[in-house]
T-cell receptor, first 111, second 112 residues
């Protein structure tokens, strides 16, 4: 596997449920980023990790969102008590130095 | 002021012409600049990156950077219908611990 992998590709959930997404970065990449993208907008920064350390979390992110990268490899993004406004594409990207490469994304629909 | 600004378009260019996409950024500490292409329903794909002032060419694509003006652009020569997509400008600000910030994208349409 030579690319960033995200799972699942699509998720439909009922409002109020919790969801968790997984991202497997390119193996030698030490930085991992999560973004959220809605229609007609660019990717909005959520958080990022260098190895297992979470370096920054967007101030726009509510306490319902949490991300982990326990061993500096894969990462998970959890959204608790989902709301309809959480419906979006959740993108993961990774890099070693500068250029970041994206996974295919997880499309979340909250009904 | 947004950290990375782009004209949302749509920008319509005839096939075979040069498409010019522009981006400005606010953080003077920005070190690295990227252009991504995103087709509808797909994830962004890196097409160019530039670190130094001046021009960088790769095939039909040329990235231009002017740090004094905080301006970066992308030229696409001999535009093809397959170039129709949204082009995202992204900036890696050293002062923000290497966080990568994206603009809202410019939608480009190449008309036959």
């Amino acid at each position: 596997d030579t690319g960033v992998s995200q799972d699942p590709r699509h998720k439909i959930t009922k409002r109020g449920q919790n969801v968790t997404f997984r991202c497997d970065p390119i193996s030698e990449h030490n930085r991992l980023y999560w973004y959220r993208q809605t229609l007609g907008q660019g990717p909005e920064f959520l958080t990022y990790f260098q190895n297992e350390a979470q370096l920054e979390k967007s101030r726009l992110l509510s306490d319902r969102f949490s991300a982990e990268r326990p061993k500096g490899s894969f990462s998970t993004l959890e959204i608790q008590r989902t709301e309809q406004g959480d419906s979006a594409m959740y993108l993961c990207a990774s890099n070693w130095r500068t250029e970041a490469f994206f996974g295919q994304g997880t499309r979340l629909t909250v009904v | 002021q947004k950290e990375v600004e782009q004209n949302s378009g749509p920008l319509s260019v005839p096939e075979g012409a040069i498409a010019s996409l522009n981006c400005t950024y606010s953080d003077r500490g920005s070190q690295s600049f990227f252009w991504y292409r995103q087709y509808s329903g797909k994830s962004p794909e890196l097409i160019m990156f530039i670190y130094s002032n001046g021009d960088k060419e790769d095939g039909r694509f040329t990235a231009q950077l002017n740090k004094a003006s905080q301006y970066v652009s992308l030229l696409i020569r001999d535009s093809q219908p397959s170039d129709s997509a949204t082009y995202l400008c992204a900036v890696n600000a050293y002062s923000s611990a290497s966080k990568i910030i994206f603009g809202s994208g410019t939608r480009l349409s190449i008309r036959p």
